[in-house]
């Protein structure tokens, strides 16, 4: 029998579920649960409806490789229309009824994760990771109990424009919505473009959604920007700028962050509209999952979602957004197991002292290499290149640590 | 209204609680709310807490709406002039120094009186305009009222899109840091708030706000000064609106711009439309159905999603198309609200079995 | 200089599409006295519609292929010669969906015909008689009804819909600055006047026209001149209706389908009161007019700036002209 990293971890699990049961026993409840609120409807339930499979796949992976010290966990996941509010109503719920069960929540949104921040003290705190790569997040100081599942957006920021001084650009655009999301990294990648000697010749706040394109471009147009980067966008307005600016003969480059990267809409963008994304580039702090040349774990979903989600999009291909949370998700499950292995109370404080002491962690394929926690979030990421010919994002950088 | 209520002195009948349903209503609700947050769980008092500010919001709408006849959209915007306020007078106080003990004695009516003075800014259209154009008037504010919130230049106090983290409520050394306490709060000024409204109708300004509300002109014919009473609607209604947006900031631990806009403002107006308007237990009953329906609505779908995200998915647009369809419902069946319902019963009830309906 | 013309004729053309959603709002109020709280959402169902009729329909097996994609064999060898992104391949690109654009377009009136027309009969119809209040209100609560039915239909979100115009980019020197426009900008902007023009003249002279102005001007008497009132009701619901769904195809090729096309319809009822409720031509100028302060404030302030500007616009001309730029002015008997 080969002792491979899961088993030996079930195994584990189990060990230590038998050694330090006799003290556990009060504290320890028949089932864990993993709360959740993600946008199931509203502006991003493109993005929220493909995310949420990833609780189901995660409550069989992590309950059939021995659960928490043993413990199974169940994943409750509600709606939130991504509005921070009633966000923050789901996550008070849950701990009303669920109480000291609730071990760890997902949440939905940069304005929610902010929003709960400060009421995250004593009992009413929980261990938290989100969709969320908002820079004050990553503060353990302030925000113990929240962590980031790859580099902050000011992060993505600098690896992009690094990339653009690399190249040898001089004028940068930036445009984003106008919500704490596209204003996150703005002020910070005003100060870094500044260190670079690139020249920020636009800063453009757009709605969300159903923004006015047309003037946005002519305001691209008239700024003369070589780059633009795009921030605050999940599955709209990006493409339509992007194809506006094509449509206008324009030959600013086009770049963007995590959420701005799913090849769904990539790919239906391409299909329903003509191939003007070719050469879009973008920061992306994961690989891709077709990318699952040594990525064990993909290999893994892979074979899980071939199973679980026949006939759905996710059958063969898991996008950035679901491996995203899977990795918030296995993080928050490492620390939880770190915690319970040490035979301690699955507190908030506790797990979040377990997670912020992972360090040089392979987690099976999600990163180029070994990983580790450090300052509540995973500093790592790389540029790629979107070919609308193939309909894939292939690297263009190295992998950057910041 | 209520048959077979007989007063046999002018004492009686000048009594707030002027028969015996109000008084068994009244003092069986100031008994239930003492006992909550002593046998209630977590759950039953968070949602009892929103009730409590929602309702204190509503209260002050139906003095506009109801009472005086002006049809206002906006409301939202004073709850966040009175939440803004909190954190933003915390601040000035603790550097001129102020005991923290007595700083929610000092912040609360500051903030309601500024959410009074914004409310007569924004009530003075009501002069020159009517119905439609002050409705849109009142929620043109409430959009402008947020983009001042939001605006970059008002970061520093307001902390702009971000929001702002508010100060927990300490009153004379006792500390409200659990939901529960603040409940305690938000009941007991829920109270007063509604018993101060309901005088206000028995007083000399009450009536000529119904007044203006049945004819303005034939009101101002009678002596009534337009001018004054309508500002003073406005003000007394903002300034509930600022109560409730003061206890809303100590409640949470943190305020947005987007709370308040415009989604506010049209719940506190369904809440009264459903509850009744242009009386003392409208909001009381509109409250109950605005806020325990999606929480009904969230309960149920619980149960048959059993964690399902497609089922839970349809669940929010259900609730929209039930909060819109309550709206209309009432208005085109029940214009009157749910008062109306109740009284219907418990004058049945009173002339049971000689008579029905 | 180059730069105010630049934004100038952005805002002037995006006026002209505010133009033709408020002709829905004036067109009721005008007939019923009802002010359409939720003609946005109308609107938003409209893009909807179109997204349905001209993306999701075609796309279907059952449909026949042209429809999809039309593409005979001289289109085919057009664009073969036409290099990528250039004007000629973007008419050539609109040629070939020229099939699912009209059929999208008729679809989308038809549709928001047929639900105008519902709404005028189950919601409005009974309520004939009752407070202008209550008739508001009941608007204003078809705007969640509206938004949560859209939830229920089209779960997630759409992506790009076929322009009705060629979308080729139009540029030219200015006092030495260059200014860029879309083509289908210009189109848009050109369907939304003719529409406008064709309503304007459609209610002066036509005899369904005369009839709805005599039933604004006085029900009772209309009546009794043998004009069906309730038949003007549902025409100027239908009216509306078919209008917003054209404008909601506009703004869905401009702006993306999404449910925050809603709130067009609040700022739009603010430059209707601007204009003064019951005067198409104030209101065309109220909405021109904000249409180009919305470009200034891009221009000048960013973009927070100009989504607010219609608000504080209609603030300041009710203030002083109670009942808009050419509104009329209420006659009340006590």
């Known amino acids: 029998m080969t002792l491979n990293r899961r088993s030996f971890l079930a195994r584990s699990a ?18 864990y649960v993993f709360g959740a609120s993600l946008p199931l409807t509203g502006p991003f339930a493109t993005a929220g409806q493909l995310v949420a499979p990833a609780f189901a796949m995660a409550q069989r992976l992590i309950n059939e490789e021995g659960g928490i010290g043993g413990v199974p966990i169940r994943f409750v996941t509600e709606d939130s229309g991504y509005i921070p509010q009633n966000a923050l109503a789901n996550y008070q719920r849950a701990l009303a009824t669920e109480g000291d069960a609730l071990v760890a929540y997902f949440g939905d949104s940069t304005g929610f994760m902010k929003l709960v921040a400060p009421e995250l003290k004593g009992d009413q705190a929980r261990l938290m990771g989100s969709t969320s790569f908002a820079s004050e997040l990553a503060n353990p100081e302030v925000n113990p109990y929240q962590y980031l599942a790859g580099p902050s957006y000011e992060d993505q920021f600098d690896i992009l424009l690094q990339n653009i001084a690399n190249q040898g650009g001089s004028t940068v655009a930036f445009i984003f919505s106008n919500t704490e999301f596209g204003r996150d990294p703005i002020e910070h990648g005003k100060k870094r473009a500044e260190e670079l000697g690139l020249k920020v010749v636009l800063e453009e706040s757009t709605k969300p959604q159903g923004a006015d394109i047309p003037t946005h471009v002519t305001k691209l147009a008239q700024s003369g920007a070589e780059y633009c980067l795009l921030q605050g966008y999940v599955t709209g307005v990006w493409p339509q700028l992007i194809g506006g600016a ?26 329903q509209a003509g191939p003007f994304l070719d050469g879009y580039q973008g920061v992306m702090p994961y690989r891709y999952f077709y990318d699952r040349a040594d990525a064990p774990r993909y290999e893994t979903f892979a074979a899980l979602s071939k199973e679980m989600f026949v006939g759905t999009p996710l059958e063969n291909y898991m996008p950035t957004w679901t491996i995203q949370t899977m990795c918030a998700i296995e993080i928050a499950v490492r620390a939880l197991r770190d915690t319970a292995e040490k035979g301690l109370e699955l507190t908030a404080d506790n797990t979040a002292e377990s997670l912020n002491a992972i360090s040089d962690w392979d987690m099976g394929g999600y990163f180029g290499g070994p990983v580790s926690v450090e300052g509540g979030k995973i500093g790592t990421g790389r540029v790629y290149t979107y070919g609308a010919e193939n309909g894939l994002f292939t690297p263009s950088s190295d992998w950057f640590n910041v | 209204m209520i048959n077979g209520n007989l007063k046999a002195t002018y004492a009686a009948d000048e009594q707030v609680l002027n028969n015996a349903y109000k008084r068994a209503f009244v003092y069986g609700m100031a008994l239930l709310c003492a006992a909550l947050p002593f046998v209630a769980n977590d759950y039953i008092i968070l949602v009892a807490a929103q009730m409590g500010i929602i309702l204190i919001a509503v209260v002050g709408v139906n003095v506009v709406i109801g009472y005086t006849g002006l049809l206002s959209l906006g409301h939202a915007a004073f709850i966040a002039i009175g939440a803004y306020s909190i954190p933003i007078l915390h601040t000035l106080f603790a550097s001129l120094g102020v005991p923290e003990g007595i700083m929610p004695f000092l912040a609360i009516p500051l903030a309601v009186a500024i959410s009074a003075l914004v409310g007569i800014v924004v009530g003075l259209p009501s002069l020159r305009v009517k119905g439609l154009y002050l409705a849109v008037a009142t929620l043109s504010a409430n959009f402008i009222v947020i983009f001042l919130i939001e605006l970059d230049a008002m970061a520093p106090y307001t902390g702009g899109f971000n929001g702002i983290n508010t100060p927990e409520a300490n009153l004379l050394g006792w500390q409200l840091d659990t939901q529960r306490e603040m409940f305690a709060l938000i009941a007991a000024l829920a109270f007063v708030t509604i018993l101060g409204v309901q005088n206000l109708f028995r007083t000399r300004v009450g009536r000529a706000f119904i007044a203006i509300r049945e004819r303005d002109y034939s009101a101002e014919v009678l002596g009534i000064s337009l001018l004054r ?28 711009p987007e709370q308040f806009e415009l989604v506010l403002s049209l719940q506190l107006v369904a809440a009264l439309i459903v509850g009744g308007m242009g009386r003392t237990m409208g909001p009381v009953f509109g409250v109950i159905i605005v806020v325990m329906v999606p929480e009904l609505l969230k309960y149920s779908f619980g149960i048959i999603a059993g964690g399902s995200a497609d089922v839970a998915a349809l669940r929010a647009p259900v609730q929209e198309i039930v909060f819109g369809a309550l709206i209309i419902i009432f208005l085109m069946f029940e214009p009157l609200g749910i008062t109306q319902i109740v009284d219907r019963g418990f004058r049945s009830l009173n002339r049971w079995p000689f008579a029905r309906g | 200089m180059g730069q105010f013309v630049q934004f100038t004729l952005n805002g002037l053309l995006a006026g002209t599409i505010y133009a033709l959603i408020a002709v829905g709002i004036v067109s009721v109020y005008k007939a019923t006295r009802v002010v359409n709280f939720a003609h946005g959402y109308m609107i938003m169902f409209g893009a909807y519609f179109y997204y349905t009729f001209a993306v999701l329909l075609p796309g279907l097996e059952l449909m026949p292929s042209w429809l999809a994609k039309w593409e005979p064999d001289w289109l085919i060898a057009a664009r073969e010669n036409a290099p990528m992104f250039s004007p000629m391949g973007a008419v050539l690109d609109w040629v070939s969906n020229l099939p ?56 997630a979100d759409a992506a790009f819909v ?27 902007a050109a369907i939304a006047v003719i529409l406008f023009t064709a309503i304007v003249l459609w209610v002066r002279y036509s005899k369904g026209g ?31 209706a078919a209008t917003g769904a054209i404008a909601g195809a506009i703004l869905a090729t401009r702006n993306g389908v999404s ?20 005067s198409y031509v104030g209101v065309f100028i109220a909405a021109l007019m904000v249409g180009f302060l919305e470009a200034m404030a891009q221009w000048q302030l960013g973009g927070e700036w100009a989504e607010v500007v219609p608000y504080i616009a209609v603030l300041i001309v009710i203030l002083i002209r109670p009942h808009g730029l050419l509104g009329q002015k209420e006659v009340e008997r006590i």
Not at chain 3, 263 to 278: E, H, P
């Open chain 3, 210 to 240: 005369v009839a709805i102005r005599a039933t604004a001007e006085d029900q009772q008497t209309a009546y009794s001149m043998g004009i069906s009132v309730p038949a003007v009701f549902g025409r100027a619901w239908v009216l509306a």
């Open chain 1, 14 to 31: 189990a060990a230590s579920a038998v050694l330090a049961a006799p003290t556990l026993l009060k504290a320890q409840p028949a089932e």
């Open chain 3, 162 to 188: 076929p322009h009705i115009a060629p979308n080729a980019p139009v540029r030219f020197e200015l006092f030495g600055n260059p200014v860029f426009l879309f083509g289908a900008d210009l189109a848009n």
């Open chain 1, 246 to 271: 094509r449509q206008f003969g324009l030959p600013t480059k086009f770049m963007g962050t995590f959420w701005g990267m799913e090849k769904i809409i990539a790919d239906r963008v391409t299909e």
């Open chain 3, 259 to 278: 449910p925050s096309l809603g709130l067009f319809g609040f700022s739009v009822l603010a430059i209707v009161l601007m204009g003064g409720l019951d």
């Open chain 3, 100 to 155: 699912r654009i009209i059929f999208g377009i008729t679809g989308a009136v038809i549709a928001c015909a047929i639900l105008g027309r519902m709404i005028e009969r189950m919601l409005m119809r009974p309520m004939i008689g009752q407070s202008s209040f209550a008739m508001i209100m009941i608007t204003v609560g078809l705007i969640s009804v509206l938004s949560g039915a859209k939830g229920l239909i089209w779960t």
């Open chain 2, 229 to 256: 009473y309508k500002l003073l609607s406005f003000a007394i209604s903002a300034a509930c609106c600022g109560l409730a947006g003061a206890l809303f900031a100590y409640f949470y631990a943190r305020i947005l």
